[in-house]
């Protein structure tokens, strides 16, 4: 095996594996638009044995030169000097990965950061991370340690042995959840592998999570590498232009349909089309929702936007929805909330129009497809378009459907419920309180329903939801690679709210003793319920009695979880991470100790305690979990026989 690059013509440097990769990661730049920016912006990581000698000897070596340069590769250095990459110690591999994410997202996909681990649980405790971020189509570098290439040392601690391949470990594991996936075996495997992880990483229609598995002995092994391999490299990010011909059939299509609902995904954000959008929807009185990704891309006070529409969608626009006779779906992936299970959009004769740079969500619903970027697709329908708009009688049944569900989102915010504040009085308070370019993050439970149907985006970067995964424990990283997007543009001034409930914040609280450590001022939203409040109802919807959604003790009587409420004290636990508290006992407490923790530099965790049962704002649409076909419960028997009827409804757009 030779350790030189065969090229002898080629300059050379002698670097170990690890060491290359962090050198050649360090000079990685995306452009967009005229506009460059660093592609890994730096490496999350927690040290073992996989990766302490290799990738930690790497990034401490090149901490020390950045030590010595006086630099750590700032954002607006392109000028050839030296690249470094800052390094951030994470608390679980798992919250490494969704701070990623959460950068990813913030940076509209234009960067991300790395996260290395060890091997073994280390390296699988990542898996979940991957998923989220390959499911919400958002970049991240990932880079597990793996067992020994030369097989010495086998098995080596934490090391899982398949007796069918010598070649297999835990690290396949993330195959069916990244979009790109090698290990590297030998050093001259190394070069094409980064540049294939870049390529990924900028493709706005193929990205995902990337893993490069780095067996730790071939971390450490040196090798000749070309210099060039490291000079600064600027990947490009594309903006597909419409093909003339979709273009033309898409046009046909809207200037055939007399209710057209256009449907704004997170690719509307992601594209910077929010502008294009409001343009769009203003020259053709097409009404707009959103999906939980693309609320924002139209400010909620647009005459044209209508909220969100889908299961957890609010009745303006699922009513719209379900007239429609077409649908405008642009940078969205139609999940099942969106579309309700295949309910919502229930007009006999709806057809779709598909915008999106990914084929395969274009050609979802039978629609006709425009393979492009949002922002160069609605300029160009709006200029093909020119002169048509919709009825003016459609556009008021629009505003006068929206005017409605408006006083129901002012009812929900201001409803003075007792004993415990109901949590849609929490966003209410919130929604007035935070400024327009404040990021509201959330994930999992009942929250992103409410959310989406009540929140009042008034801009693309306000509301930060995960629901793709709907991942638990996403909240709290993500609120650091928010505060870390954030900062490193100079935006310290907006505030980073993550409203986490009691389940999810048991599931990954840990992340509050980095943002400690690493001085990023976040304020956490603690909502305090004793159980799961979304599972828990649709339990009771599905005839399952709330069953195991609540934290009870263990009762000796019954021999189940229904006795009194378990004794924990969240406040006590966060306060235990550094952070600071404040317990809020009721909404207008809330609102001050909202001002006290803006306000303040460090950070702060609000507690408050809510209704675990509601009240919530009213449904107006289906989800699709089937319920038990027999049962000798009575409950499930009336629900199957509701679950049943409203199946009818469900439907292919053929």
Request: proline residues 6%; negative net charge.
């Amino acid at each position: 095996m030779t350790s030189t690059y065969p090229y002898a013509a080629a300059p050379t440097v002698r670097l170990t594996v690890a060491q290359a990769v962090v050198r050649f990661l360090a000079n990685q730049w995306s452009e967009r638009d005229g506009h460059e920016q660093r592609l890994i912006a730096g490496c999350f990581g927690i040290f073992g044995h996989g990766n302490v000698a290799g990738v930690g000897q790497a990034l401490l070596q090149d901490q020390v030169s950045a030590d010595a340069d006086g630099s750590a590769g700032d954002e607006g250095d392109t000028d050839g000097a030296a690249q470094h990459l800052p390094y951030y110690l994470a608390r679980n591999e798992q919250g490494a990965v969704h701070a990623a994410s959460a950068y990813a997202k913030t940076k509209d996909r234009l960067q991300t950061l790395a996260v290395t681990t060890s091997i073994g649980p280390g390296a699988t405790n990542m898996v979940t991370g991957a998923a989220l971020a390959t499911t919400n189509r958002l970049p991240v570098l990932l880079l597990p340690s793996d067992q020994f290439a030369t097989r010495y040392p086998d098995p080596v601690l934490q090391q899982l042995e398949d007796p069918r391949s010598l070649d297999v470990s835990v690290n396949d594991a993330f195959k069916p959840v990244s979009r790109f996936w090698d290990r590297i075996n030998r050093p001259e495997q190394l070069i094409p592998s980064l540049l294939a992880a870049m390529r990924v990483l900028t493709d706005p229609a193929e990205t995902g999570a990337v893993t490069i598995c780095l067996p730790q002995d071939v971390q450490a092994e040196a090798f000749d590498w070309p210099t060039e391999l490291f000079a600064k490299r600027v990947w490009h990010v594309a903006r597909p232009v419409p093909e003339p011909a979709a273009l033309q059939r898409a046009v046909a299509a809207i200037k055939s349909a007399e209710r057209p609902l256009l449907v704004a995904g997170g690719g509307v954000i992601y594209s910077g089309a929010s502008e294009a959008l409001r343009a769009f929807a203003t020259a053709t009185g097409i009404p707009v929702a959103d999906t939980q990704a693309g609320k924002g891309a139209i400010n909620w006070d647009h005459p044209l936007s209508v909220g969100g529409v889908g299961s957890t969608g609010n009745s303006a626009a699922n009513t719209l929805a379900r007239e429609a006779d077409l649908v405008i779906g642009v940078g969205t992936r139609y999940s099942d909330f969106t579309t309700a299970s295949h309910t919502v959009f229930a007009s006999p004769d709806v057809r779709f129009v598909n915008v999106n740079v990914l084929p395969f969500d274009a050609a979802k619903h039978s629609a006709t497809m425009v393979v492009a970027d949002a922002r160069e697709a609605l300029t160009a329908l709006q200029g093909a378009l020119e002169g048509w708009t919709t009825g003016a009688a459609y556009q008021q049944r629009a505003a006068d459907l929206w005017a409605e569900w408006d006083r129901v989102i002012d009812e929900c915010y201001h409803r003075d419920h007792q004993p415990l504040p109901a949590q849609t009085e929490v966003f209410g308070a919130l929604n007035e309180l935070m400024g327009d370019r404040d990021v509201v993050i959330n994930a999992a439970g009942s929250m992103p329903g409410d959310l989406q149907a009540l929140w009042r985006a008034r801009t693309p970067e306000q509301y930060h939801l995960e629901y793709a995964y709907s991942c638990m424990g996403y909240e709290i990283p993500a609120a650091m690679g928010v505060r870390l997007a954030l900062d490193s543009d100079g935006h310290e001034d907006r505030q980073v709210v993550a409203i986490v409930g009691d389940g999810t914040y048991q599931m990954m609280p840990m992340e509050l003793a980095t943002i400690v450590s690493e001085g990023l001022k976040v304020i956490v939203v603690l909502l305090q319920n004793h159980g799961f409040a979304s599972i828990g109802a649709l339990s009771e919807s599905r005839g399952s009695q709330r069953f195991g959604t609540r934290y009870r003790m263990r009762n000796p009587e019954s021999g189940r979880l229904d006795g009194a409420n378990v004794p924990f004290d969240l406040a006590a636990n966060a306060a235990s991470w550094g952070a600071d508290v404040l317990r809020c006992t009721g909404i207008e407490e809330f609102r001050a100790h909202y001002a006290t923790a803006a306000a303040s530099d460090r950070p702060t965790v609000l507690y408050i305690e809510t209704d675990l049962t509601g009240p919530n704002p009213p449904g107006h649409a289906w989800w699709d979990v089937p319920v038990s076909e027999v049962s000798e419960l009575e409950s499930t028997q009336r629900a199957h026989a509701e679950y049943a009827e409203e199946k009818k409804a469900q439907r292919h757009h053929l």
